[in-house]
T-cell receptor, first 113, second 114 residues
Framework: SQQGEEDPQALSIQEGENATMNCSYK?????LQWYRQNSGRGLVHLIL?????REKHSGRLRVTLDTSKKSSSLLITASRAADTASYFC?????????????FGTGTLLAVQP | EAGVAQSPRYKIIEKRQSVAFWCNPI?????LYWYQQILGQGPKLLIQ????????DSQLPKDRFSAERLKGVDSTLKIQPAKLEDSAVYLC????????????FGSGTQLSVL
């Protein structure tokens, strides 16, 4: 079963604009992770945010986590054509003792040059 | 550092045939995962190994799917017999300890069942 639901399902923006993707989940989590998948390739880890963290940055990426609302957002600033990919959130319900990653349905981002 | 290796890259078979996928995780990674990704969906966990023991296989259709991880290193996933609905990308991933950390994915095997 899918734990996370990403919103929107698809997003098209112009190069240089910011892209925001949201993820909602249903149960308590240990951490939440975001992955990128280019067409025909495997997933690449972007960022991990733990349940006791509220915001995290990595380069042009900013992730927020609101455990009270069971939601997270991924912001990509100053987007580039190379950012075109599918983005997935994954919630870890393993309690820290073991990974139990459940992936969402994904957001397809298209960055127009 | 070498990544997660998977083979074959593509496989086309007819329904009721058998197929096997191979995965070699990153050296030293204790945890290995097999995910199934149907077109347009997120990856779904099929089975998770910690070393050579199974941690979670609750979503593995055990009447037709089997997986093993001999010696706690590489792994094979088998489907026998295949159904049309098994058409998907099969992704292998590994992580160092399997405790609240990131996963490293291979490029996947794209399976088409005709």
């Amino acid at each position: 079963s899918q734990q996370g639901e990403e919103d929107p399902q698809a997003l098209s923006i112009q190069e240089g604009e910011n892209a925001t993707m949201n993820c909602s989940y249903k149960t308590s989590i240990n951490n939440l992770q975001w992955y990128r998948q280019n067409s025909g390739r495997g997933l690449v880890h972007l960022i991990l945010i733990r349940s006791n963290e509220r915001e995290k940055h990595s380069g042009r990426l900013r992730v927020t986590l609101d455990t009270s609302k069971k939601s997270s957002s991924l912001l990509i600033t100053a987007s580039r054509a190379a950012d075109t990919a599918s983005y997935f959130c994954a919630t870890d319900r393993g309690g820290g003792a073991t990974n139990k990653l459940i992936f969402g349905t994904g957001t397809l981002l298209a960055v127009q040059p | 550092e070498a990544g997660v290796a998977q083979s074959p890259r593509y496989k086309i078979i007819e329904k009721r045939q058998s197929v096997a996928f191979w995965c070699n995780p990153i050296s030293g990674h204790a945890t290995l995962y097999w995910y199934q990704q149907i077109l347009g969906q997120g990856p779904k966990l099929l089975i998770q190994f910690q070393n050579n023991g199974v941690v979670d296989d609750s979503q593995l259709p055990k009447d037709r799917f089997s997986a093993e991880r001999l010696k706690g290193v590489d792994s094979t996933l088998k489907i026998q017999p295949a159904k049309l609905e098994d058409s998907a990308v099969y992704l292998c991933a590994s992580s160092l300890l399997g405790m609240g950390e990131k996963l490293f994915f291979g490029s996947g095997t794209q399976l088409s069942v005709l």
